[in-house]
């Protein structure tokens, strides 16, 4: 590794003066910061991120890349914040930095093929700047390089990753050179084995085919100069992966593989292209099928050349590649060669402008390739990402549309543990359901056995799935519970006829169906504890008593009140009644039955309908935990609050919910708890236990 000095020397080849000085800067910012940190190779760790700003100027890609990659590992390694960065060197830089950072702290843990092609697209979409990937590129380029001085097991599960994710997103992207050479580094650290064995089989091969090359490549020159085209001739070496590739693909031996000699010609227009091409195939027969013409229909990575393939002098075929040296720039450096940059301070959005002029050109290129469809289903997952990718406990990815929330998460994992979902970790931290998800975090979801939809859901839920499975349940379970209702009230109503329910006669629940159009008994049971309709009517009909229950109604038993009944029984939220206070039922159209205290304000009006109101009282035991409201005036010190959530907590209630008001004075504070309690008794108890703290002075319950 050369110096910096040096470095800075050569990048200032195509670099403004006042870059290379800002670049300076940047380098001892970051040298600074990683000062005592070493790699594993025992050099210092500056030595890293210089190497990795060395590959990204070998790209000629601009001073806001290149700072970014000086510093790419500050943020994770170091305490230096993306504040600091942002207002030493640009927000623009502090943005690369923190994309790079945010790419390093995701890992990927699964060996499936599907996964891995998640994994890829997860990336892509959660660098926003396909700059962030290139410093990402170089990044692991310079790892793989430097992988020697990594112990094992960390050396495969690196060179797995190379080879499974980022190589393939450097061929994506058209990066040809760091693609081969991240192809070949990982195979070498995967199977090293087999890479001893093929690269030895290549170097005794190499003499042979050395002569064979030059051969060739002088009866191509002298043929190319005869007929007056301007070109650089090479010969190509073959990389030992792709040997490796083809040979077990195709199931070719080595020699089969090796047997096929490549060669580049490069020239200075499109149309010495064809010339040379034309020259070619006069020289040496060209192999039928094997043409290919990637300038007309370039590929989905913007790589264009002439492909084809000659009968060679010695029996062994010659793979030729014809191009511009445009086209060679284009792929050895793919997406990169579109970032090099006239100006230094080309803001994102010019460059988002810029990228996308290069994918509108591609997609023009494109129309009419035959598989342009596949292609714009990629622009689209990669670089409009609509997508959010994000990992279950157990390191699988999932995809989810962008907007989807933690419900989603758990309704795209299991039916079950969507309906059951009470809470989520994101990252390790407790969120709310509703949160809306981001790439790459890690989702939680906590269940409990009895934990059940809620209809709130539906107003944040996005995915098809997780809406009709909510709607499902609570219609179900709704209809359900009212109908279990239904059939108490109903037997309420008979009781006034000293009757019940089991007294009535098939037909006559036969001749009510036909006259209600009604589908089934639990329709008319569900629709009773809905107060779509009346008790006593269904009773009367039911009965043959006629249809019309008059005045002379009389009250049936008492509807037991359990606090089991669900969504059919709801507790008012004016007067919060708890087992113990004396009750009323109030039959609200659609909504089921409300229970209000027997003297609750909001009610006096409503309770004169007859037709709405029912006799209920509690049950001997209540298994349910009913909200109450008290208000609690204490003097206004520290701590008191504390005081007082400990004593409710002692006597075993939960607190719903605190509002503190302190009073004008300031010597008095009002609080208003909304606690969780089993009936009177307990409240009872709870407000003795509080009068005990001396600072306490009122004490009452609330109500509206
Ligand atoms: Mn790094």
Not at 473 to 479: D, G, I
Request: charged share 25%.
């Amino acid at each position: 590794m050369p110096e910096a000095a040096t470095l800075f020397k050569e990048w200032s080849g195509y670099l403004k003066p006042e870059d290379v000085t800002r670049l300076e800067t940047a380098y001892h910012f970051s040298e600074a910061a990683h000062n005592g940190q070493f790699r594993d190779s025992g050099d210092p760790y500056i030595s890293h991120p210089l190497a990795v700003a060395n590959i990204l100027a070998q790209l000629h890609l601009d001073p806001q890349a290149l700072t970014a990659a000086l510093l790419h590992d500050v943020m994770e390694d170091t305490a230096v914040t993306k504040a600091e960065i942002s207002k030493k060197f640009g927000k623009p830089v502090a943005e690369l930095v923190d994309g790079v950072s945010k790419l390093d702290r995701i890992e990927f843990e699964t060996h499936e093929e599907a996964q891995a092609e998640n994994f890829r697209k997860m990336l892509l979409a959660m660098a926003r700047d396909v700059r962030v990937i290139l410093i990402k590129l170089a990044d692991r380029l310079h790892n793989m390089r430097t992988l020697d001085a990594v112990p094992e097991p960390k050396r495969k599960r690196v060179a797995r990753e190379t080879l499974e994710i980022y190589a393939p997103i450097a061929n994506r992207l058209g990066l040809n050179s760091i693609y081969l050479e991240l192809e070949d580094l990982s195979f070498r650290y995967l199977y090293p084995a087999r890479n001893r064995v093929l690269s030895k089989a290549l170097k005794a091969a190499r003499g042979n085919r050395r002569e064979v090359v030059s051969k060739v490549g002088e009866a191509i020159k002298k043929r190319l100069k005869h007929d007056g085209i301007d070109a650089e001739v090479h010969g190509r070496e073959k990389h030992l992966h792709s040997i490796y590739r083809k040979m077990r693909e195709k199931r070719l031996s080595f020699a089969k593989v090796l047997d096929v000699f490549g060669f580049r010609i490069i020239v200075k227009d499109v149309p010495s292209c064809y010339l040379v091409l034309g020259a070619l195939h006069s020289l040496y027969k060209p192999i039928p099928g094997k043409f290919k013409d990637y300038i007309a229909i370039p590929k989905t990575n913007g790589y264009q050349s002439l492909h084809t393939t000659l009968f060679g002098p010695f029996g062994s075929p010659l793979e030729v590649q014809i191009r511009t040296q445009e086209m060679h720039k284009i792929a050895e450096a793919g997406v990169a060669s579109h970032w090099l940059y006239k100006s230094s301070d080309a803001s994102l959005n010019e460059m988002q402008k810029k990228t996308h002029q290069w994918l509108q050109s591609l997609l023009e290129i494109q129309s009419g390739g035959g598989d342009s469809v596949e292609f714009l289903e990629h622009l689209k997952v990669d670089l409009f990402p609509d997508q959010v990718y994000v990992f279950t406990p157990k390191g699988k990815i999932l995809s989810l549309p962008r907007g989807a929330t933690a419900v989603d998460f758990a309704y795209a994992v299991h039916t079950d543990i969507g309906n059951r979902c009470v809470a989520v970790k994101i990252n390790e931290e407790l969120m709310p359901l509703r949160t809306e998800l981001r790439n790459g975090e890690r989702v939680e979801i906590i269940t409990a056995s009895h934990a059940k939809p809620n209809p709130l859901w539906l107003n944040y839920v996005i995915t098809a799935k997780a809406r009709s499975h909510i709607r499902h349940f609570l219609k179900t379970v709704q209809s359900r519970e009212s109908a279990q209702l239904g059939e108490r009230l109903l037997n309420q109503a008979l009781g006034a006829f000293k009757a019940s329910i089991g007294d009535v006669k098939e037909p006559d629940w036969d001749k009510l169906l036909k006259d209600t159009g009604a589908k089934s008994r639990q329709d008319i049971l569900a629709d009773i504890g809905l107060g779509k309709r009346l008790s006593a009517v269904v009773a009367h009909r039911l009965l043959s008593l006629g249809d019309a229950p008059g005045e002379e109604r009389k009250a049936g038993a008492p509807v037991v009140i359990r606090g089991s009944e669900g969504m059919a029984v709801q507790f008012a939220q004016c007067c919060k009644p708890i087992p113990g206070d004396p009750i009323i039922g109030l039959i609200n159209k659609g909504q089921g039955m409300v229970i209000h205290a027997h003297d609750c304000p909001v009610i006096a009006k409503t309770r004169a309908d007859p037709g709405k109101v029912i006799d209920v009282e509690w049950a001997p035991e209540t298994k349910k935990l009913f909200n109450v409201g008290i208000r609690l005036v204490a003097m206004n010190q520290r701590g008191v609050l504390a005081k007082v959530a400990a004593k409710i907590a002692e006597a075993n209630s939960n607190i719903d919910n605190v509002a503190v008001d302190p009073e004008h004075d300031d010597q008095y504070a009002t609080m208003r708890f909304t606690l969780q309690v089993s009936n009177r008794l307990h409240l009872a108890q709870i407000m003795r236990a509080l009068r005990r703290i001396p600072e306490v002075i009122r004490i009452t319950r609330a109500r509206s």
